[in-house]
């Protein structure tokens, strides 16, 4: 079994087991869950837009421990400080040892920043979790969802006033799964099965995603000539997680990658 189908197997138990406790009628009187959301899409394309999404990230499954020693409030306040235009905040605990409480920290540190729920959805409860804890955006994975699942649960997010980010890796998980119940795509350049990383991945397909959507590219980015590179290729957003994480001072990474991308931009 690979590691994904590791994720969603596990994904599954925690789901029914959340289900049997708190019920869809019990998240939707949390006091986040009438929050009106923030569109990532609208931050991503305003103009000047860094378009980095920051993530907070204390481990994964391809590197083990990232940074175990840094509060998620005090992260990702910076990133957005230092001119991240979102956060993705982990919540899958036992494969990236994120919590819904990192999330509810980052969202009360940050009351106006787009916040994506990163995790494996695989049923519509979860999207009722996302509204609870007061996310703005979900991801949708085409490599561990069926194209009708993902117009499923993207037409359910769209109702619940969530954004929708599509995952692809590849050319046919793209043709298949891209429907309109998703606001944007991302290309993650980390193969999930294999963790083989590779930006051509994004490069590859840029021009196959339809320009109505938001083009993201994910995983592995970490320097300013491969932002400029992506950018050029059609690409809004950059979700970057270990190369903040990793420093001492994830922010400070982020504040000196947005600043190497200015100066690469004003004298190109
Ligand atoms: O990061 C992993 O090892 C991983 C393994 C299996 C499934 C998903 C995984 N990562 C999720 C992500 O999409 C990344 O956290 C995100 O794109 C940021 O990537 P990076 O900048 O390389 O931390």
Known sequence: MNILDKIVAHKRTEVADAKSRVSLAQLEQAPLFGRPTLSLKNALTANGASGIISEFKRKSPSKGIINDRVLPDIVTQGYVAAGANGLSVLTDTDFFGGTFEDFGKARAANPTTPMLRKDFMIDE?????????????????????????????????????????????????????????VDMVG??????????????????????????????????????????????????????????????????????????????????
């Not at 769209?158 to 119940?181: A, T």
């Not at 991945?201 to 109505?212: F, G, H, K, M, V």
């Not at 959507?213 to 997680?241: H, M, N, P």
């Open 125 to 181: 409860y979860q999207l009722w979790e996302a509204k609870a804890i007061g996310a703005d955006v979900i991801l949708l994975i085409a490599a561990c969802l069926t194209p009708d699942e993902i117009s499923y649960l993207g037409q359910k997010a769209h109702s619940l006033g969530l954004e929708v980010l599509l995952e692809v890796h590849d050319r046919e998980e793209l043709e298949q799964s891209l429907c309109e119940h």
């Open 187 to 268: 290309v993650n350049n980390r193969n999930l099965k294999t963790f083989v990383t590779s930006v051509e991945t994004s490069l590859e397909l840029a021009q196959l995603i339809p320009d109505n959507f938001v083009k993201i590219s994910e995983s592995s980015l970490k320097d300013a000539d491969t932002i400029v590179q992506l950018r050029a290729a059609g690409y809004q957003g950059f979700l970057i997680g270990e190369t903040f994480m990793k420093t001492e001072d994830p922010a400070a990474a982020l504040r000196g990658l947005v600043a190497e991308i200015t100066s690469k931009t004003q004298f190109a």
